[in-house]
């Protein structure tokens, strides 16, 4: 009756050292995206600031999940190790303190508008005529609200883009997943890997964020623009054509039989057309805006103004438009492609399910040497499958179990959370991925895992990268 055990790895101090690089990169990236977020609105350091980022270092600090076999000092070392990236996040913390000194000179922003303040007096002062007056202060506030909005509409075109063109990479966590994988094997990196075997989501959502700025500056061929250009000049236009189409409807609505208007009542028809657009003022607070104004004159000149407005705006168009927007758009494809975040307890495989599920299941478990398991006698990584693990008479061993043997079919007697996966006891193989990965990087997980090569199966040496490649494309449709 084979007998299988799973080990934390090496105890060598190679191993320690991989795991505390592991871990040091992923805490660094959440404490830097905490910076980020901060610094968006705008704001300084605060002692806030300082306490949510040392209550995050405590907390991924007491996650690290180590080897059964490190001792509280090996534990102590690392973590000490871990609290030197204070020294690591400085240049962050003083670069927001720097935009922050700048956004809120008050000199600076003078400087900054003095030549908009002063047409703005020019205007007021000169004896133009009314309309004229009127087009400008309108025009002036749609300006404003474009550029208010024009963030939030951005990132709705950039998600748009990357679920629809990114080859389907982006469709369902599954091909996420898999797309990754397909990256990391042409790259050739097995401490790629060995991230990922230590936190696959933490990979996955490492992933995705390159993969969104990779496509938002990628050259539009058609263009010769990036692709965040393009949506950003696409979204100025959609506002500035909508705002050209509600001045007709007002035109066109009550005031069909008028010759002239108000500014007054002829903005408070126009705000029930773009009230959903843009936010803009109810009251322009117009020191005329009682005075009759042309209909026809005012609708002419306010939409050649716009054309002005529509320029301006696209010509002021800044690539740190996509710090603005990365992590929003990161965000909504991690919530949105990996609400369940559990893995298979043998294989580490990733639940294929979506929204809510009693069990956690997924369709290709991996051969479980990949997770660490190996042999208890002879060391050896196993390649079997947790599917026809619990087919057989087969046992395994490990710190859930306290190192008690349990036989595979009773798998969900150890604790909740193996009873919330459902394996079927079916027969089968697993994916040419894995069964090329396992082949290739034999010494290399051994080593890693402190145990033997794995006895790999006739076959599984002659699948090539591309031909592992491929299976997966097919696999998963991407």
Known sequence: MPCQSTTSGPTNIGRYVIQANCQKQQVLETLETKIAKHAQNGRNYTKQLGFELFESLSCKLGEIKMDENVGITKKANIQLSLCNFKVALLPSLEKMQEQYDIENDPKKYMESQKERLWEMFKEECKDLHIVVKVVSAISREFAGAIKTAISEKCQLGVIDNLRYSSGKGLSSKMSLHAWMLIEMAEKGDFQSFVQYLSNP??????????????????????????????????????????????????????????????????????????????????????????????????????????????????????????????????????????????????????????????????????????????????????????????????????????????????????????????????????????????????????????????????????????????????????
Not at 274 to 280: A, K, S
Not at 281 to 289: E, S
Not at 357 to 375: K, L
């Open 201 to 478: 989501i933490q990979s996955i959502k490492t992933f995705t964020s390159k993969q969104i700025e990779k496509i938002c500056f990628q050259e539009n061929d058609t263009f010769g623009s990036s692709v965040l250009k393009e949506i950003y000049n696409s979204k100025v236009r959609e506002i500035l054509a909508r705002l050209k189409q509600a001045i007709i409807n007002v035109n066109v609505s009550g005031m069909i039989y008028r010759d002239s208007t108000t500014m007054k009542s002829w903005w408070s028809i126009l705000l029930e057309y773009i009230n959903e657009e843009l936010c803009v003022k109810t009251d322009m607070m117009f020191f005329d805006d009682e005075a009759e104004l042309d209909l026809k004159e005012l609708s002419d000149k306010l939409m050649l103004e716009l054309d002005s407005v529509e320029e301006t705006i696209i010509n002021a168009y800044v690539s740190r438009l996509f710090s603005e927007i990365s992590t929003s758009c990161c965000d909504f494809f991690t919530a949105d492609l990996l609400a369940c975040q559990n893995v298979c307890p043998f294989c580490k495989a990733l639940c294929e399910l979506h929204g809510k599920h009693d069990h956690h299941r997924t369709e290709c478990h991996r051969p479980q040497g990949i997770a660490g398991y190996f042999n208890h006698f002879s060391r050896k990584l196993v390649t079997d499958l947790c599917t026809t693990s619990v087919m057989c008479n087969h046992r395994f061993k490990n710190s859930h179990t306290n190192f008690k043997y349990i036989n595979y079919r009773e798998y969900k007697t150890v604790n909740d959370y193996y009873a919330s996966w459902k394996i079927e006891p079916l027969p089968g193989e697993a994916e040419a991925f894995w069964k090329w990965f396992m082949a290739t990087y034999n010494t290399e997980l051994a080593e890693y895992y402190n145990a033997k090569e794995a006895d790999i199966p006739a076959g599984w040496n002659d699948i090539t990268m591309e031909d592992a490649k491929r299976d997966m494309r097919k696999w998963y449709d991407i």
